[in-house]
Nanobody, 121 residues
Framework: AQYVQSGGGLEQAGGSLRLSCTASGRIFSSHVMHWFRQAPGKEREFVAAIRWSTGRTYYADVVKGRFTIIKDSPNQTVFLQMNDLQPDDAGLYYC???????????????WGPGSQVTVSS
């Protein structure tokens, strides 16, 4: 699968951004869509996931209560709504697909190209 990502940019601390990731084909109901992020010099880390069939969501503790992962099934799109952004949230954000909920990047079977998020303090 291929994905088109959009919605990154520069935001002040405390602000909001919404990322989108649209699949070129169909996202299978058995798949789980994920968001990961990677800051310069750091490992890629899990942010959030959503089961495509049920909509059940999962979050990393550091974003829980601030970020929301949302699916738009008819448009094969997954969003990441990011509120109360902090400088530590800056980095490249990637959408990715897997066949189960995973927090390790190597478990993903396909990746989006990444969207840059910059947060000024």
């Amino acid at each position: 699968a291929q994905y088109v990502q959009s919605g990154g940019g520069l935001e002040q601390a405390g602000g909001s951004l919404r990322l989108s990731c649209t699949a070129s084909g169909r996202i299978f109901s058995s798949h789980v869509m994920h968001w990961f992020r990677q800051a310069p010099g750091k490992e890629r880390e899990f942010v959030a996931a959503i089961r495509w069939s049920t909509g059940r969501t999962y979050y990393a503790d550091v974003v829980k209560g601030r970020f929301t992962i949302i699916k738009d099934s008819p448009n094969q799109t997954v969003f990441l709504q990011m509120n109360d952004l902090q400088p530590d949230d800056a980095g490249l954000y990637y959408c990715a697909a897997a066949t189960s909920v995973e927090t390790t990047p190597r478990a993903m079977i396909s990746w989006g190209p990444g969207s840059q998020v910059t947060v000024s303090s």
